[in-house]
């Protein structure tokens, strides 16, 4: 079982990297090289400006290569909650932005000819209990009602045409879902953004920004450039000039295993129409198929940070509760495990904007491999002052009361949500 991800294990490396040392100007320095970052550095290029992107590891080495490989359209907050909190305007325009960000990582595969198994599949909530099915039903008629009319229940009589396993009680289906080889489509979106002109430095970890007059002077691990602009495409970053984002930004670990490949006719039987699933739980799992028929399996098995001996751990919990789901698969290898951090935010939504003159997207909450991708394509039109392009413009983003970046409650927020899975 290698303890590496999947999606970087199996990508091509990425060979379009800027060499030698960091220095000059540009217009604009992306500081981060994840799907936020490159998709931005493409985007910017595409306009003519002068752009370096700045990566202290591997492009998409973090969360965009390490994450479940689900494209998913429709918000995944509860719709009617949100609209009481935020105003039904709100709240729709929130929930087309997800649809639209798939939309654009479609139209980014397709105009670079992305080679990353790419492709429309749907995403199934799974009810988890017999009463999680009537939470669906309503969530159905809420979301067919108000902002998505092409939404679809799957009874529990008709699971099984579904998922063969016993454990699941009805879904609710948004087929315009889709799914990738992560990897593989970090890689291409870097080569991409190199064709348009950008440079990528890898192993260049920023240490300091300091504002100057005409922009900033940004010093990383391999020199120091000026900047005119500057964009933060970082995560949660655990070093570097971040603070006041490390205050709103929660790191929450998950974790995915992935098996050998199995035969077709065994995932015909498990998974006939090859979907992206997620169960009702809060403390839930995750599952679908690589393109090379293994069962990519995650969750948040353990309210813990990444690291191997985590990794191990969540690693055999996965592998117990996979076999409890699909018990067909009790004796199957494991050939991958790991872990990523979850950066969220305390509302689960993202944050994009300006501060200190520097913009910033950030805070996916576990969807970010679309609107990541969709807010770099934006960052564009944002950073040249249309900020009526930003969706989530009017949050605001306060700091985490008591939080200074060492989330010392997750075990008992794990606790919590333990305890509301028995319970409900």
Not at 319 to 343: H, I, K, N, S
Request: hydrophobic fraction near 40%; aromatic fraction near 8%; charge should be neutral.
């Amino acid at each position: 079982m290698k303890l590496e991800s999947y999606w970087l294990d199996t990508a091509p490396a990425f060979t379009g990297a800027a060499q030698g040392p960091v220095a000059g100007r540009a217009d604009v320095v992306v500081v981060g090289g994840g799907f936020t970052g490159l998709s931005a550095a493409l985007a910017l290029a595409r306009t003519g400006a002068s752009v370096v992107l700045l990566e202290a590891g591997r492009v998409a080495g973090e969360a965009s290569g390490r994450n479940g490989g689900q494209c998913n359209t429709g918000l995944f907050h509860d719709y009617a909650d949100l609209s009481q909190r935020l105003g039904e305007e709100n709240a729709r325009a929130f929930y087309h932005a997800y649809d639209a960000a798939v939309d654009t990582v479609e139209t980014l595969v397709r105009e670079e000819a992305i080679d990353c198994d790419f492709r429309r599949c749907g995403k199934l909530k799974v009810a988890a209990k017999p009463e999680h099915y009537a939470k669906l039903e309503r969530i159905h008629r809420q979301l067919q009602a108000s902002v998505d009319p092409t939404i679809e229940l799957v009874p529990p009589e008709r699971m099984q045409d579904e998922i063969g396993s016993a454990s699941f009680h009805g879904g609710l289906l948004q087929r315009a879902g889709a799914q990738m080889h992560m990897g593989k489509f970090g890689v291409g979106l870097a080569n991409a953004a190199v064709r348009a002109g950008a440079k990528v430095y890898e192993s260049a970890a920023v240490s300091a920004i300091d504002r100057q007059a005409g922009g900033f002077r940004l010093t990383c691990e391999r020199g120091t450039i000026e900047a005119g602009q500057v964009f933060l495409a970082t995560g949660n970053s655990s070093r570097g000039p971040f603070a006041h984002f490390r205050r709103r930004l929660v790191s929450v670990g998950s974790f995915i295993i992935v098996t050998e490949a199995l035969d077709k006719d065994v995932l015909d039987r498990l998974v006939p129409t090859r979907r992206n699933y997620v169960t009702t739980k809060n403390i839930g799992n995750y599952f679908r198929v690589t393109p090379d028929h293994r069962l990519l399996f995650g969750g948040r098995a353990r309210f813990a940070l990444s690291n191997p001996k985590s990794d191990a751990k969540s690693g055999h919990i996965l592998a117990a509760t996979m076999a409890e789901v699909f018990p067909q698969l009790a004796d199957t290898r494991v050939d991958y495990c790991w872990g990523g951090l979850v950066d969220m935010t305390a509302d689960r939504l993202p944050r994009a904007g300006e501060h200190e003159g520097m913009f910033y997207s950030l805070g996916y909450s576990g969807h970010g491999v679309q609107m990541s991708v969709h807010m770099g394509q934006l960052m564009a039109d944002i950073m040249a002052g249309k900020a009526e392009q930003n969706p989530w413009r009017d949050l605001a983003w306060p700091a985490i009361p008591g939080y200074f970046g060492k989330a010392w409650f997750l075990p008992l927020v794990g606790a919590y949500y333990k305890l509301q899975d028995k319970l409900h």
